[in-house]
């Protein structure tokens, strides 16, 4: 199985801040992953597919890039409602793997 | 609008079983491959099962293999988890999620549905 690693497993920023959160990947999975983010009591919602590639409907503020093993999420000025958990999610291969999540707290 | 509705959760006994439902509406659900993902409080999700279009091929992740089963009817629009032999460790919001075409991420999740294995 392809483990996947976030890193940090938490952090406080404060709204305008740039934010960077790291994923990489056990094994070399190409541009196969996803970002998530995830609000207490509601579903995961995709941001980011492929790496780098932004979903519909979401923020340009959102960007992700990386390939092979090592992978990275920005958000480069923070807003209220970014304050969340975020996730990657590996899909090269089955069985399907997500990292352990990033909680962004306010400063 | 595009939706997904899980049903069928609740409390269990360990060992007993339950059959997850979800309602798709709002896209043509024949075409999507599915999954259900889970959370265990305080947890990050965990995939359980994906199946493709027409019902096969189906794949579950080794915690489940054996014990669930998943399935699919498109004529009504309907994606079913059969649980058996529940355990502690299988008490979780349980979600289904829509495939992207050609890649395997979710961009379209239900509510959830919360399944509690406990004597």
């Known amino acids: 199985d392809i483990q996947m690693t976030q890193s940090p497993s938490s952090m406080s920023a404060s709204v305008g801040d740039r934010v960077t959160i790291t994923c990489r990947a056990s094994?070399?999975?190409?541009?196969?992953l996803a970002w998530y983010q995830q609000k207490p009591g509601k579903a995961p919602n995709l941001l980011i597919y492929t790496a780098s590639i932004l979903q519909s409907g979401v923020p340009s503020r959102f960007s992700g890039s990386g390939s092979g093993t090592d992978f990275t999420l920005t958000i480069s000025s923070l807003q209220s409602e970014d304050f969340a958990t975020y996730y990657c999610?590996?899909?090269?291969?089955?069985?399907?793997?997500f990292g352990q999540g990033t909680r962004l707290e306010i400063k | 609008e595009v939706q997904l509705v899980e049903s069928g959760g609740g409390l269990v006994k360990p060992g007993g079983s339950l059959r997850l439902s979800c309602a798709a509406s709002g896209f043509t659900f024949s075409i999507y491959n599915m999954d259900w993902v889970r959370q265990a409080p305080g947890k990050g999700p965990e995939w359980v099962s994906s199946?493709?279009?027409?019902?096969?091929?189906?794949y579950h992740a080794d915690s489940v293999k054996g014990r669930f089963t998943m399935s699919r009817d498109n004529a009504k629009n309907s994606l079913y988890l059969q649980m058996n032999s529940l355990r502690g460790e299988d008490t979780a919001v349980y979600y289904c999620?829509?495939?992207?075409?050609?890649?395997?991420?979710?961009?379209?999740w239900g509510k959830g549905t919360t399944v509690t294995v406990s004597s």
């Open positions: 999610q590996q899909a090269n291969s089955f069985p399907i793997t």
């Open positions: 999620a829509r495939v992207t075409d050609g890649l395997h991420y979710s961009d379209v």
């Open positions: 199946i493709g279009i027409t019902g096969s091929p189906v």
């Open positions: 094994q070399d999975i190409s541009s196969s």
